[in-house]
């Protein structure tokens, strides 16, 4: 079966410190990866998609970039975090060519910057 | 018009109770449809998808009404462990592009 992680669990930065985010998916093959964040008393928001490896698709302009080394790896940085970075960080998967592209979340890094 | 609309509760309901939540969508050309359950600092996790001839799954059953761009989810005989936030989503465009969108969510209490 099918299993993704992210870590770490919980993050606490500074303003302007680096951040690097991953995530892993276990028991598929070239999967559909996504970042998503929720920000306190929001709902989810896109940031980044990727249907292969160094494929990167941005849905907003932003402080992050994102990264997919290798198939079942993607990747969330910044340079320099701001305060607004702030948030619940998710990533998903989605078979590739699902149909109807169902997302499945890993566990979320919950990312505090001070 | 927000792409993706739901009341956001709380809707506190007594064991038992029947309770319907509604959601609606801005983009009638979108392709697949969802409802999410997600746990207070939690993950969000698939509850079901949403077809056009309606679905059930046990306790729920899911609607689907094209023509008013109008989702529901219906729980029947609640339980304390369904309280939790179901979330809305719509998939814009169809496949697996980077294209869900997501309701903010309807959180549901079930008490004792």
């Known amino acids: 079966s099918q299993t993704i992680h992210q870590w770490p669990a919980t993050l606490v930065q500074p303003v302007g410190s680096p951040l690097s985010l991953e995530c892993t998916v276990e028991?598929?093959?070239?999967?559909?990866l996504y970042w998503y964040r929720q920000a306190a008393g929001r709902g989810l928001q896109l940031l980044f998609y990727?249907?292969?490896?160094?494929?990167i698709s941005s849905e907003v302009p932003q402080n992050l970039s994102a990264s997919r080394p290798q198939d079942r790896q993607f990747i969330l940085s910044s340079k320099k975090l701001l305060l607004s970075d702030s948030g619940f960080y998710l990533c998903?998967?989605?078979?590739?060519?699902?149909?109807?592209?169902?997302?499945?979340f890993g566990p979320g890094t919950r990312l505090t910057v001070l | 018009r927000k792409e993706v609309e739901q009341d956001p509760g709380p809707f506190n309901v007594p064991e038992g109770a029947t309770v319907a939540f509604n959601c609606t969508y801005s983009?009638?050309?979108?392709?697949?449809f969802f409802w999410y359950r997600q746990d207070c600092r939690k993950e969000p996790k698939l509850l079901m998808s949403?077809?056009?001839s309606g679905n059930e799954d046990g306790r729920f059953t899911a609607q689907l009404n094209r023509a008013s761009q109008y989702i529901s989810l219906l729980i029947r005989d609640s339980k304390l462990s369904d309280s939790a936030t179901y979330l809305c989503?719509?998939?814009?465009?169809?496949?697996?592009?980077?294209?869900?969108?997501f309701g903010k969510g309807t959180k549901l209490s079930v008490k004792p």
């Open positions: 998903a998967w989605c078979p590739f060519r699902a149909p109807n592209n169902e997302q499945f």
């Open positions: 028991g598929t093959s070239n999967p559909n």
């Open positions: 990727s249907v292969g490896i160094g494929q």
């Open positions: 983009n009638s050309a979108s392709q697949s």
């Open positions: 949403v077809y056009s």
């Open positions: 989503v719509v998939n814009m465009r169809g496949g697996s592009q980077g294209n869900l969108i």
